[in-house]
Each structure stands twice: as structure tokens, then as C-alpha cells.
């Protein structure tokens, strides 16, 4: 199994910046893509960003310009830091990550952290 670990998360007021944190541990072969989703109150959850093993990055319309989400392959780890952050960013954060257990095109895994808390106020 893949395990993921979230950290960083809190409480900070408006306009303030955390950083997020991810790490991958278990058994497996790859991973490839890793991402962070959220899910607000009474919302679906999201994709706010996501990065491939080589570093192409694709974010939602609402993280572009203030969220930058980078990777340590070596380390598995994958983070997100979050710069001039709005009330509207207040969710629970989701660390994903997929790969493959072995070599088999067959041993694909999804994923999920525990999730971490982020709330803007004031």
C-alpha cells in the first residue's frame, strides 16, 4: 500500500501564506503523478494543482498566480505553497498521488491522504 502524509496546515488570515506539505511511503514501483485537491463545506471536492514526475504542473483558474506546487522525486514528497490566501481557500487539503506497484501496466494505484485542515479569517 501507499500511505501519504499531510502537514502545514492552519489557520492564517487573509492574505497570509502557508505551505503544504506531502509525503509518499510504501511499497511501490513509481509514482507519477501527485496533486493537491480541496474540499470546502458543502462542495465537491477539487483539483487545485497537480505535477508529473518530469514537473509539468496544471492548476485550477482559482490557485493560478498565487499557489505553486513543486516535487522531490527522490524524497517522494510533493508540496504546495499558497501565497495571498483568501476566506474563499478555506477547505480541507488532499494530498493524491498515482503510480504503479510493480513493472504491471495492471499495478495501478490512486492514492489519498488524511487531508489537512487550511482556514482563512480574520
Known amino acids: 500500500q501507499v500511505q501519504l502524509v499531510e502537514s502545514g496546515g492552519g489557520l492564517v488570515q487573509p492574505g497570509g501564506s502557508l505551505t503544504l506539505s506531502c509525503a509518499a511511503s510504501?511499497?511501490?514501483?513509481?509514482?507519477?503523478?501527485m496533486g493537491w485537491y480541496r474540499q470546502a463545506p458543502g462542495k465537491q471536492r477539487e483539483s487545485v494543482a497537480t505535477i508529473t514526475s518530469g514537473g509539468s504542473s496544471d492548476y485550477a483558474d482559482s490557485a493560478k498566480g498565487r499557489f505553486t506546487i513543486s516535487r522531490d522525486n527522490a524524497m517522494n514528497m510533493v508540496y504546495l505553497q499558497m501565497n495571498s490566501l483568501k476566506p474563499e481557500d478555506t477547505a480541507v487539503y488532499y494530498c493524491?498521488?498515482?503510480?504503479?506497484?510493480?513493472?504491471?501496466?495492471?499495478?495501478?494505484?490512486?492514492?489519498w491522504g488524511q487531508g489537512t485542515q487550511v482556514t482563512v479569517s480574520s
Open positions: 510504501g511499497s511501490f514501483f513509481t509514482v507519477n503523478a
Open positions: 493524491n498521488a498515482r503510480g504503479y506497484y510493480s513493472s504491471s501496466a495492471y499495478s495501478l494505484f490512486d492514492s
